[in-house]
C-alpha cells in the first residue's frame, strides 16, 4: 500500500500555521521533508516529529485553542455557524488526520476551518464553519471508518 505524502498546503491545515511559517520550520531545519518537482512532500513520521516538537508545539495549541476562542468571542455573525470538537479515542491517529486532510482539500470544504491534534493518544479534530459543511463531513468521517 502506498504510503500518503503530505503537502504545505495539509500542514497548514492540521496545524493552523501558515505558509510561511511552515516555510521558516523547513529552512531551519525543524520540519524535514523532500522536494519532489518543487513541491515539498512529507512523511507521517516527518510530520509527527514537527507536530510534537518542543519548538512548534506551543503555536501549533495557540493556533487550536484559537479556533474555539474566536468562535465564542464572535457574537455578531452573518451567517449560521458551528463549532465541533470531536475527541476520537477509538481512532488512529494517521488515519484520521489523513481523513480530514485530504477530505477538506479535495472535497469541496473551502469554508471549514480545521484544526488537528494528535500529539496525546485521543486525536483530537476541531471543525468550524457552516453547519452544513461541517456535520456533512463528519458524516462522512463516522461512514468511512469503524469507529
Not at 504510503?3 to 531551519?28: C, P, V
Not at 485553542?65 to 476520537?88: A, G, H, P, Q, R
Not at 489523513?98 to 469554508?111: H, L, P, S, V
Request: aromatic share 12%.
Amino acid at each position: 500500500m502506498e504510503e500518503k505524502l503530505y503537502l504545505i498546503s495539509h500542514l497548514t491545515l492540521i496545524t493552523g500555521l501558515t505558509d510561511r511559517t511552515i516555510r521558516n520550520y523547513i529552512a531551519s531545519g525543524i520540519l524535514k521533508g523532500e522536494k519532489i518537482n518543487g513541491i515539498w512532500h512529507f512523511t507521517p513520521e516527518e510530520v509527527d516529529a514537527f507536530i510534537k516538537n518542543p519548538a512548534v508545539r506551543p503555536s501549533i495549541v495557540a493556533k487550536n485553542n484559537s479556533v474555539v476562542y474566536d468562535f465564542m468571542l464572535n457574537d455578531s455573525k452573518k451567517e449560521e455557524e458551528t463549532c465541533v470538537i470531536l475527541d476520537l479515542p477509538k481512532s488512529d491517529i494517521r488515519e484520521t488526520a489523513e481523513f480530514f486532510c485530504y477530505r477538506i482539500t479535495n472535497g469541496g470544504y473551502k469554508d471549514i476551518n480545521f484544526s488537528f491534534d494528535g500529539f496525546y493518544k485521543t486525536p483530537r479534530v476541531i471543525l468550524r464553519g457552516k453547519p452544513s459543511d461541517v456535520f456533512g463531513l463528519i458524516d462522512e468521517y463516522y461512514k468511512s471508518s469503524a469507529v
